[in-house]
């Protein structure tokens, strides 16, 4: 029996993906967290093969939240299951030490034979995620702007289009303001954004946010 840990922000989904795991007796859901923090005393606390982690919880972000897990438990393998396609984060994910990445999507059947490769000890690289691995990471040409960003600039980006002030994102990361803003023009810079609500509108034309585009302020 494969002891498995989830780590998500949507009740339904965690109980969702507990019900379909379960069932088919070849699994068992020993822990789940629903933020960051709660998914660290997951790994600290409960014995498991392998974690399922969103990328887009409260707290620290998904990529982040990887390494950590990692940086404490180096041999627990990591399936990140998110709703975000594999071409903005999978690649990132892999190289934080995740072991395979799926979306949302996938079919129920892909998602326990990834679970049984990592709890085997082995990783789990779908035919998207390999392509983007052979291209270096490069995703279609239409994407390619966000792979200019360094990871800082990355979660920098991410951080404004949630909606925190410079201000804010400074004091949560530890970094001066003046830092924080060099990061916000560079990635306005690298994006061609000249504003943040061209930043957030370049967000959610490439499906890299789950913020609405009625949200978007006006003359974007």
């Given amino acids: 029996m494969t002891r498995v840990a989830i780590a998500d922000d949507?009740?339904?989904?965690?109980?969702?993906?507990?019900?379909?795991?379960?069932?088919?007796?070849?699994?068992?859901?020993v822990a789940e967290a629903g933020n960051a923090?709660?998914?660290?005393?997951?790994?600290?606390?409960?014995?498991?093969?392998?974690?399922?982690?969103?990328?887009?919880?409260?707290?620290?972000?998904?990529?982040?939240?990887v390494r950590q897990v990692k940086a404490e438990r180096a041999d627990l393998p990591i399936l990140v299951l998110s709703m975000h396609a594999e071409d903005q984060y999978a690649v990132r994910a892999l190289a934080a030490g995740a072991s395979a990445y799926l979306t949302k999507g996938s079919r129920a059947e892909v998602v326990q034979?990834?679970?049984?490769?990592?709890?085997s000890g082995g990783r789990y690289i779908g035919e998207r995620v390999a392509e983007?691995?052979?291209?270096?990471?490069?995703?279609?040409?239409s994407r390619?702007?966000?792979?200019?960003?360094?990871?800082?600039?990355?979660?920098?980006?991410?951080a404004l289009v949630a909606g925190e002030s410079v201000t804010e994102i400074a004091g949560r990361l530890h970094?001066?303001?003046?830092?924080?803003?060099?990061?916000k023009t560079n990635v306005l810079h690298k994006l061609a954004c000249r504003s943040?609500?061209?930043?957030?509108?370049?967000?959610?034309?490439?499906?890299?946010?789950?913020?609405?585009?009625?949200?978007?302020?006006?003359?974007?």
């Fill in 10 to 29: 949507h009740d339904l989904f965690r109980e969702g993906l507990r019900q379909l795991l379960e069932r088919s007796g070849e699994f068992e859901v």
């Fill in 175 to 183: 970094l001066s303001v003046k830092t924080i803003s060099t990061h």
């Fill in 132 to 141: 983007l691995l052979a291209q270096g990471g490069r995703p279609a040409a």
């Fill in 37 to 65: 923090a709660d998914t660290m005393r997951c790994v600290r606390q409960f014995d498991f093969d392998v974690l399922v982690l969103d990328l887009a919880m409260p707290g620290r972000s998904g990529v982040d939240l």
């Fill in 113 to 119: 034979q990834a679970l049984r490769r990592l709890a």
């Fill in 144 to 158: 390619s702007d966000v792979r200019r960003l360094s990871n800082r600039e990355f979660q920098v980006m991410m």
């Fill in 196 to 220: 943040l609500a061209e930043l957030v509108r370049y967000a959610i034309d490439n499906d890299l946010t789950d913020r609405p585009p009625e949200r978007v302020p006006p003359g974007s």
